[in-house]
């Protein structure tokens, strides 16, 4: 049995401001270049685990972290069963629909029926498509979304961006947005309960944090 | 020949004999703690009409459940996948006249075509009861206190019963006036504690400034009593005041109890907000991120049977506590034949009147019908779980002699059979008594 707390975090975009929060509270002991996955902080009492971001989920939902730090785009293409109580604000993106240029010019989505679509959030997809009664076939990717249209792999994509300059480098064009994302602190929802005290606080210090850094 | 691996449909499992052991060990220590408070146990069809299952269940549920078509009339069959609803049709017409409070327990599968995850299988085993006809927080209280005995019956330590009121927060809706699709919004956001999006919502909504703040503090409204007291700040309509003043009342004697330490409020916690009308509570352990019991008061139930009459009840998941059991590393004992009797005579005749003799007294006994050597036979046995092996024929024993092993406590002696004939408790501790030898 453990004591104390584990905190599972992102590896990728959200690690280092979720690293510098942490840093302001005081904990310490984490090496993000190291190829160690799980490091300690004696003085909190916490551990912290360096995940892929979409497999952070999984873990503070199974009880293998009280805690994480993961994209709200993860949460609402997941929708794992946890408590999601702070929004960290940092890590700001959207998750837009892109077509090329080419057929922008010529496009009408109003009569949009039936679109092949690539992407790596096929429910949150699946789910923006049937709500406005079209049928969507879904190309299910790992990365570089942007390369399927210019191989004709798919027409479209469905992906997050930041500044667009990634959309713009591959001749892709903005066509909707569908939601945005920042990063969440979601939490176990057995750990909510029995480790209440220490969940509280930690969550009360980032929020006192976040506060005073804005 | 190659075994033939049958596909299981999905969420169908099969509990192998040292599972069905554990899982009838849980339910049988539970049975046990209802039995002790004086329920009675109550067993109902596995398969009924849809449409009466359907009169009783959540949307939700409903839409969960498994049907087939009734070959005699042509109507829809559903699985059951809820057994309140069925007992409380039983008790609406069956048992009406009864005395009340009527006290029920079961121990029972349900079906429901759900993804299968955190122990959930789509059958899975609930133990629970039922009590009927108690309006007063009292009848809470019992099933709390029975479900915190539950929980240290299986062994558990680290839990915590999550208590809530949805009057708390229906009365807020109220005075909000939020139509369905903002209170679906704001249910969602609350389930979740997501204070970011309730806040995006309060301000659309843009309610009264006093229930504004209450509804964005309930996601905080949560932990020791010290919630009641900030909680009655944000109550100024007469259904949330009247939430909070049964919530008091049921922590109030909770603690008479000695049991306030083991229950945090929690007035955000809305996920039995359609199937309880009153206070309802979820019990959590640690390291296990879904509630392996729950409960509440669903007064509205009976009437929808055509008998008003106020209930509370609660249920364990039964997979889920053998799997945080495990998790916690709880000892469960593994029954085994208390006798092996291996026989190396033609006759076996002592094999026969030992096994009869043991068997009559109430202990378990296998005999070994496989011709093999003693080596082997003790190894089957052992991992049996045998406690004791009786030998008889063995090349080291006279005849009329057994040589008997005690597989638990190790040692072996050499005992007469017609010894072990005339008293067997005397030469194994146990036999004739309750329980295992």
């Known amino acids: ?58 873990y503070v939902t199974y009880g293998a972290a009280d805690l994480g730090v993961v994209g709200k785009d993860i949460l609402l293409e997941q929708e794992p069963d946890v408590y999601e109580p702070l929004d960290l604000g940092f890590g700001f993106c959207r998750l837009v629909v892109a077509e090329p240029r080419a057929l922008w010019e010529r496009d009408d989505p109003a009569k949009w029926s039936w679109v092949r679509v690539a992407t790596k959030y096929p429910r949150l997809t699946e789910a923006y498509f049937s709500a406005r009664g079209i049928q969507v076939e879904i190309v299910r990717l790992d990365g570089s979304i942007e390369l399927a249209p210019l191989v004709g792999l798919a027409d479209r994509i469905v992906d997050l961006v930041q500044s667009g300059e990634t959309l713009r480098a ?34 009360d210090d980032m929020r006192a944090r976040l506060g005073a850094s804005r | 020949m190659k075994p033939v691996h049958s596909q299981l449909p999905k969420g169908a499992r099969i509990y192998l004999p040292d599972e069905a052991a554990r899982k009838r060990y849980v339910e049988g220590r539970l049975l046990d703690v209802f039995a002790r408070w004086g329920y009675r146990e109550i067993v109902t069809p596995t398969f009924e009409f849809a449409d ?122 109220e005075e909000a006036s939020a139509d369905t699709a903002r209170h679906r919004a704001l249910r969602d956001a609350l389930a979740r504690k997501d204070a970011s999006t309730l806040e995006r919502l309060v301000r659309e909504l843009s309610p009264p400034p006093h229930v504004a703040e209450a509804l964005l503090a309930l996601p905080t409204l949560f932990g020791r009593e010290i919630v009641l007291e900030r909680a009655g700040r944000y109550a100024q309509n007469p259904r949330s005041t009247r939430a909070l003043a049964n919530l008091a009342e049921v922590y109030r004697l909770l603690r008479i109890y000695g049991l306030a330490d083991s ?93 009869r003799r043991l068997r009559d007294l109430g202990a378990s006994v296998a005999r070994d019908i496989i011709s093999r050597g003693l080596e082997e036979s003790v190894e089957y046995a052992r991992a049996q779980r045998v406690h ?50």
């Open chain 1, 1 to 58: 049995m453990k004591n104390g707390l584990t905190l599972a975090l992102p590896k990728g975009r959200l690690l280092d401001p979720a690293l510098d929060l942490l840093r302001e509270l005081g904990v310490s002991g984490i090496d993000p270049d190291s190829r160690k996955l799980i490091f300690r902080d004696a003085g909190h009492d916490l551990e912290i685990l360096l995940l892929k971001p979409a497999d952070v989920p999984a």
């Open chain 2, 263 to 355: 229950v945090l409020l929690d007035l955000g916690e809305v996920r039995g907000f359609d199937y309880y009308s009153g206070l309802y509570f979820e019990a959590y352990v640690s390291g296990f991120g879904a509630a392996l019991a729950g409960g509440g008061r669903y007064d509205d139930m009976l009437g929808r049977f055509g008998y008003d009459c106020p209930a509370v009840g609660f249920a364990f998941d039964i997979a889920r506590a053998l799997a945080i059991m495990e998790h916690q590393q709880v000892p469960v004992e593994l029954p085994g034949p208390d006798f092996f009797i291996i026989d190396f005579t033609a006759e076996k005749t002592a094999a026969l009147s030992l096994a």
């Open chain 2, 52 to 173: 009466v299952l359907a009169m009783g269940t959540d949307l939700g549920v409903q839409e969960s459940m498994f049907k087939f078509v009734d070959r005699e009339t042509g109507r829809m069959l559903a699985l059951r996948a809820d057994i309140t609803p069925q007992i409380a049709r039983v008790v609406a017409t069956r048992l009406r006249d009864e005395p009340k409070p009527v006290r029920l327990a079961y121990v029972t599968n349900v079906f429901r075509h759900d993804e299968p995850q955190m122990s959930h299988y789509r059958e899975f085993y609930q133990a629970g009861v039922e009590l009927i006809g108690l309006e007063k927080p009292e009848a809470e209280v019992e099933v709390i206190a029975m479900t915190i005995e539950g929980l240290r019956a299986l062994g558990l330590d680290r839990f915590q019963i999550d208590l809530g009121h949805p009057d708390f927060f229906r009365g807020l809706l």
């Open chain 2, 388 to 437: 004791h092996v009786l030998v008889a024929g063995s090349p080291r024993t006279a005849a009329g002699e057994l040589l008997t092993l005690d597989l638990r406590r190790g040692g072996e002696r050499t005992l007469t059979v017609a010894e072990v004939l005339a008293d067997p408790a005397k030469c194994f501790e146990g036999v004739g008594g309750a329980g295992h030898v």
């Open chain 1, 170 to 203: 591959n001749g892709l064009v903005e066509v909707a947005e569908i939601t945005r994302s920042t990063a969440r602190v979601i939490v176990n929802r057995a750990s909510m309960k029995t480790e209440h005290g220490a969940v509280t606080q930690l969550i």
